[in-house]
C-alpha cells in the first residue's frame, strides 16, 4: 500500500489544517490507519487512529477534543482535522496503516505501510 500524505503548512496559533493521506490501494478499508508526528529533536509518538469501519478512533491525549480523525473508504483517504493548533503541534505528521489488532493502535511498529510525511508548523 502507498500512502500519499499532504495538506501540512504553516499556520498560526488558534488555526486549523486538515491533512488528507490517500492510499493507492483498494484494499484500503481492510486497514487500521493512524496518524503519527514527529517534532524536531523528538522521537516519533502517535496522535490517532481510526478502525477499519471508522466508527472507533484512539487520540493521544494532547489533541483530544482538538483533532478528530476520520475515513472515507470509497475516496481510500484518512484525514486529520486540527483545530486550536498549539505551537507544540508543529511536527512532520505521517500517516501509517497496518493490520493492527486492539490495543495495538497506538504502536508505530504495529504498522506496516507510511506515507512520506507533511509538514506542519504552527506560529506563536
Known amino acids: 500500500v502507498q500512502l500519499q500524505a499532504y495538506g501540512g503548512g504553516l499556520v498560526q496559533a488558534g488555526g486549523s489544517l486538515r491533512l488528507s493521506c490517500a492510499a493507492s490501494?483498494?484494499?484500503?478499508?481492510?486497514?487500521?490507519l493512524g496518524w503519527f508526528r514527529q517534532a524536531p529533536g523528538k522521537e516519533r509518538e502517535f496522535v490517532a487512529a481510526?478502525?477499519?469501519?471508522?466508527?472507533?478512533?484512539y487520540y493521544t491525549d494532547s489533541v483530544k477534543g482538538r483533532f478528530t480523525i476520520s475515513r472515507d473508504n470509497a475516496k481510500n483517504t484518512v484525514y486529520l482535522q486540527m483545530n486550536s493548533l498549539k505551537p507544540e503541534d508543529t511536527a512532520v505528521y505521517y500517516c501509517?496503516?497496518?493490520?493492527?489488532?486492539?490495543?495495538?493502535?497506538?504502536?508505530?511498529?504495529?504498522?506496516?505501510?507510511w506515507g512520506q510525511g507533511t509538514l506542519v508548523t504552527v506560529s506563536s
Open positions: 501509517a496503516a497496518g493490520t493492527v489488532y486492539y490495543s495495538g493502535e497506538y504502536s508505530d511498529q504495529n504498522y506496516a505501510y
Open positions: 490501494e483498494r484494499t484500503f478499508s481492510n486497514y487500521v
Open positions: 481510526i478502525r477499519q469501519r471508522g466508527t472507533t478512533t
